[in-house]
């Protein structure tokens, strides 16, 4: 017969190995390449390759079979990096450089301490039934987890409304992604590290995780296939810090255009209206200004002065209008067609939109005003 603990490691083993294997073949799937997002596909990939290793060497020497503390003193020395790898890999896609090597310098640090204390134990002991320096090991991993969703939260919540704010595109993808991977991967992380040195209530807590995990890893791909509408923003290492590089902008105060800056602003946008460039469904405020050549800060100072509202509802509103317009010249045109000849980047985002400003659908917003047109 088969033991529990031999069935629930190879699962582990064979799921990890096939995560790896998705993410290296997915990467020639997508359309559109984003650096961040590459070199994060990667660190993944070596992250499951880490953990499947990790489960093949359980099964191969019988570490756990022999003892549950010599078991867990070994899954903390591969589950650490692992759980390093995979913030990292989330915060190479969410922040610039300056916060990563202070995230990467920090996670080596607790990682040396780890080693450090089992370096210890192993020392003092004299082989791995080492149950201070295990459990010292196991806070340790408990702390950094706790951090690392707590960083994750914070920068994903501020990433999440810059993006909202200068992207025209739909961001839900983007969200889901976020979401799943701090919220949903944190709470089965900590179950299993919590279940680390029993080996019920880890055989429990591993099915958790592996579907964690796979949620996860599901999202990321997703995220890699829907990611033009950010390319310029997550590839952004200073988004939150942008200056203006041009001599007029320079010359005008940090939060007020003149009325002669503003009506050359005024007019180079009107330009890129008449020509339908909202039709680019990846258009983001960063791309706008310099098809326009204004500065970003400029841009976003013109739209908040005299629209009084962010670059992602001043697009909408222009799409908006425009769907509004074509369904009454062209009641023949689909959803689709519409979403297409306005930018959205799907019927979902045409659906949503209309549903947030006149409380109807598209197709019924449509026939109740060809309705009250034949009428008049």
Known sequence: M????????????VTTTIMAIVLAISRFHVKWINKNYETSRWILVFAMMVLAVHYLLQMLLGLRAKSDMIGATVNILFYAPVAILITYSI???????????????????TYL????????GYLTKGDLQMPIASYAMLALLVIYIVVATYILVTINTKKRKIISQEIGGDIQTYINYT????????????MAVFAIHSRTLLLFAAPFFLISLIIFITTFVALGHNLQPMTELLNNEDSDDLTP????????????????RSNAIA???????DEKGFRDSSITITALSKLIRIDRRELSLH???????????????????????????????????????????????????????????PKEWKERNIANNTCE
């Open 2 to 13: 088969v033991d529990s603990l031999y069935i629930v490691q190879n699962t582990c083993f």
């Open 91 to 109: 915060l190479h896609v969410e922040c610039n450089v300056r916060n990563r090597n202070r995230y990467r310098t920090a996670s080596i640090a």
């Open 113 to 120: 301490l780890i080693l450090a204390i089992f370096g210890v």
């Open 179 to 190: 979401r799943s991977s701090v919220l949903i991967l944190a709470g089965p992380s900590l």
């Open 245 to 260: 590089n041009n001599e007029a902008s320079q010359a005008q105060p940090k939060n007020k255009l003149s009325a002669e």
């Open 267 to 273: 007019e180079a946008i009107k330009k890129w209206h």
């Open 303 to 361: 739209l908040g002065q005299h629209h009084n509202c962010s670059f992602r509802i001043w697009l909408s509103e222009l799409r908006f209008n425009e769907a509004k317009r074509l369904m009454l010249e062209h009641p023949e045109f689909s959803n689709e067609a519409i979403s297409a000849e306005c930018g959205f980047s799907s019927h979902a985002q045409l659906y949503n939109i209309f549903r947030s400003k006149t409380g109807m659908s």
